[in-house]
């Protein structure tokens, strides 16, 4: 099946330093990632959407200077934290589209513990 | 407003028992329904993916259904293990949008 690999899963950085997530699709080609945050107990929040090749798109309240994501090949989405704060401290999940199966292909990765101390 | 509701939103149950939780939507137009597992500190990992036309599906002892003139789905657990307890969120798609819905989730406990 579908594969989605995402890294670091844990991470601990300092304030005011970036970090860089990663999320790889290993066996199919992803024409759209998205990315999404997770507070303790709630559901996830999408952050943006990223096609190929292209700008991504932000949602509403998610600062994009702030928050880089790049979408450089079918298989590769990075998301920076620049800049991070402990408010940035979260669980960020990253889900990838399968340009084959469209609809039916979404696959997400297995998410990344960011503690900015 | 395209919504997805759950109930409950947790539920505690004795390990061997059934239990059964609910789904309801709004999301106009409909493509498909899908449950997920998501285990603490974990990605979401899809149960079953449920199109217009299917009213159920199986999945080892996880059974979904869905109710597509009322916009209603369920996920049915069989003889739970204490592994079944995760966050189990229900997630639609709309016709030719990219982005998924996402309910808030079931936080289901399953107790030895």
């Known amino acids: 099946g579908a594969v989605v690999s995402q890294h670091p899963s844990r991470v601990i950085c300092k304030s005011g330093t970036s970090v860089k997530i990663e999320c790889r699709s290993l066996?199919?080609?992803?024409?759209?990632m998205f990315w999404y945050r997770q507070f303790p107990k709630q559901s996830l929040m999408l952050m943006a959407t990223s096609n190929e090749g292209s700008k991504a798109t932000y949602e509403q309240g998610v600062e994009k200077d702030k928050f880089l994501i790049n979408h450089a090949s079918l298989t590769l989405s990075t998301l920076t934290v620049t800049s991070a704060h402990p408010e940035d401290s979260s669980f960020y999940i990253c889900s990838a589209r399968d340009q084959k199966t469209g609809d039916y292909g979404y696959t997400f990765g297995s998410g990344t513990r960011l503690t900015v101390v | 407003k395209n919504q997805v509701e759950q109930s409950p939103q947790s539920l505690i149950i004795l390990e061997g028992k059934n239990c059964t939780l609910q789904c309801n939507y709004t999301v106009s137009p409909f493509s498909n329904l899908r449950w997920y597992k998501q285990d603490t500190g974990r990605g979401p990992v899809s149960l079953t993916i449920m199109t217009f036309s299917e009213n159920t599906k199986s999945n080892g002892r996880y059974t979904a259904t869905l109710d597509a003139d009322t916009k209603q789905s369920s996920l049915h657990i069989t003889a739970s293990q204490l592994s079944d307890s995760a966050s189990y969120i229900c997630?639609?798609?709309?016709?030719?949008?990219?982005?998924?819905?996402f309910g808030k989730g079931t936080h289901l406990i399953i107790q030895p």
């Open positions: 997630v639609v798609l709309q016709t030719g949008a990219d982005g998924l819905t």
């Open positions: 066996d199919f080609q992803a024409t759209t």
